[in-house]
């Protein structure tokens, strides 16, 4: 083997290093000379050089192409991420606007003439309160039996301007002068009637929802361990169950029925 052909083989052996970059300044500036020179190593200089632009770009396509992968799939969830937030905050946005709406139609009821019925059962006693109400004039009427057969009774009535306050405790009455009587139970006991306690009920998961109760579309609000069944055409509480204590109350209403003569009767009937 001739000198010039053992140099062509040394200098092969080199190219690959030579092409990545590796080699000396020294070695670098042998080799270029000799590529200068030879005409079959710089042709093997080429292909190596080919075979390697082509390797690279293969394996950028596939890192490209794994990248385009991972950048869909962000992309993807990054969508559906936003899907849900929307979708949250619409949820919790139509509760809030739904509680404002309650309290404003529960609010604007005309309360100077009207009846409500208010029954509650517990584990102890059942409970049977009714309002009348005509302007100044109202009566309550209380009824409660306790599971031992004791039987509460308690009047409280305003009329033309006297004010008394008459119960019977299994037959022992009592009648108290000038007593005034209480105020219609508030239908909104639930509602915070502020703007961050109505917030805070909105973000709360399952907190309101459309039922149908009795035939009629309600509202189910529910608020620690309270049940609270809204009638969606007045805002007013129909049904209120105490998941705690296990008692449960029903409401019913009717407005502009009430005279003075039906609460004079009323007043005549419980007061003997």
Do not use: W
Not at 111 to 137: G, L, S
Not at 174 to 201: D, H, M, R
Not at 228 to 250: M, P, Q
């Amino acid at each position: 083997m001739n000198k010039n052909k053992e140099t062509c083989f040394l200098i092969r052996d080199l190219l690959p290093s030579f092409i990545d970059g590796i080699t000396s300044k020294e070695t670098n500036k042998i080799v270029e000379e000799h590529l200068q020179e030879c005409t079959e190593c710089k042709n093997s200089y080429e292909d190596m050089e080919k075979e390697l632009n082509i390797s690279e770009t293969l394996e950028t396509k596939k890192k490209i192409k794994i990248f385009k992968k991972i950048n869909h799939k962000i992309r993807t969830l990054q969508i559906i991420i936003l899907i849900i937030l929307i979708f949250l905050f619409g949820t919790v946005l139509t509760k809030f606007i739904t509680l404002n709406k309650i309290e404003t139609m529960a609010e604007n009821i005309n309360y100077n003439n009207y009846y409500e019925k208010i029954v509650e059962t517990a584990d102890k006693y059942t409970t049977q309160i009714e309002y009348y109400q005509n302007n100044n004039n109202l009566i309550m009427l209380l009824t409660r039996i306790y599971n031992n057969n004791d039987i509460f009774k308690s009047v409280e009535y305003k009329y033309n301007g006297q004010e008394y306050r008459y119960s019977n405790m299994n037959g022992e009455v009592n009648l108290t002068e000038g007593y005034a009587p209480v105020e219609p139970l508030t239908q909104l006991q639930f509602l915070n009637k502020s703007l961050f306690g109505n917030i805070g009920i909105s973000l709360m998961p399952g907190s309101l929802r459309n039922i149908t109760l009795n035939d009629k579309n309600c509202y189910l609000l529910k608020v620690e361990n309270y049940l609270n069944f809204i009638d969606k055409d007045t805002g007013l509480t129909i049904k209120e169950i105490n998941i705690a204590n296990n008692s449960v109350i029903d409401y019913s209403y009717s407005f502009d029925s009430v005279t003075d003569s039906k609460i004079l009767e009323l007043i005549e009937e419980n007061t003997k």
